[in-house]
């Protein structure tokens, strides 16, 4: 019988490395990936191997996958599975990295940067929309509106994170550490700026802070939720 089990991935633009260490350890053990789902990764049981394991990001046409895929297994690297413009490759230790350089590693980190920036930017102006009725408005109309609001920031606002932290890793790849900086400081910044609203709307400072604990502590408990729920549902 088949064996697979679900890894939980801490979020490629957060920590790619280490979800990258994380695989090859566990093909070491005979665990080996064979696909992306929700939030991780599935894996095999099967016998144990020395895989290390590489990520690419780019958004390819139909003409043009065989070529990239060819050109990957020409170097050495097998391709795993692709989910949207994320691309898993693997190969033996001592093979070429994917990217050996500053320049090509920018250019792996543009790929994906612009992609959550198209899919990010409508939902922060929709959310700040909303933001700007809840101020404009009054009574039943103010409330629907500022939880709208709140419900698009617990979006928004961790997309943005992602963003930031992927133009963070592109600038410092590229050696603008000024701007890596400034990227990672722009979302605490906002997320204060969240705060700072619904105080200013509501008037309750107790309030906004009992909605940023709930917010920090979902933000922890749901995905341990999910990681559970995928890790028995594989099991079983």
Do not use: C
């Amino acid at each position: 019988m088949r064996q697979t089990k679900y890894m939980m991935s801490g979020g490629l633009a957060f920590s790619e490395e280490k979800d990258m260490k994380k695989l090859h350890q566990l093909s070491l053990k005979g665990w080996h990936v064979n696909d992306f789902k929700f939030m991780g990764y599935t894996l095999e049981k099967g016998e144990s191997s020395d895989y290390i394991y590489s990520i690419d990001y780019r958004l390819l046409g139909e003409e043009e996958e065989a070529e990239y895929f060819d050109f990957f297994t020409s170097s050495g690297w097998s391709h795993v599975a692709s989910n949207a413009d994320i691309h898993l490759f693997r190969a033996d230790p001592g093979t070429k990295p994917i990217y050996s350089d500053s320049d090509t590693n920018a250019e792996k980190y543009k790929n994906t940067s612009d992609f959550m920036t198209k899919l990010t930017i409508p939902l922060v102006f929709i959310t700040a929309l909303v933001w700007i009725g809840a101020i404009m408005s009054s009574g039943v109309l103010q409330s629907i509106l500022l939880v709208a609001a709140i419900i698009f920031s617990a979006i928004a606002l961790p997309a943005f994170w992602t963003i930031a932290v992927t133009y963070s890793t592109k600038w410092k790849t590229e050696g603008k550490y000024r701007l890596a900086n400034l990227a990672k400081m722009i979302t605490p910044l906002l997320f204060f700026s969240t705060i700072i609203l619904i105080m200013f709307i509501v008037g309750d400072a107790g309030f906004a802070i009992r909605l940023l604990a709930a917010m920090i502590i979902g933000g922890i408990a749901l995905p341990a939720a999910i990681r559970g729920a995928m890790s028995l549902y594989y099991n079983k």
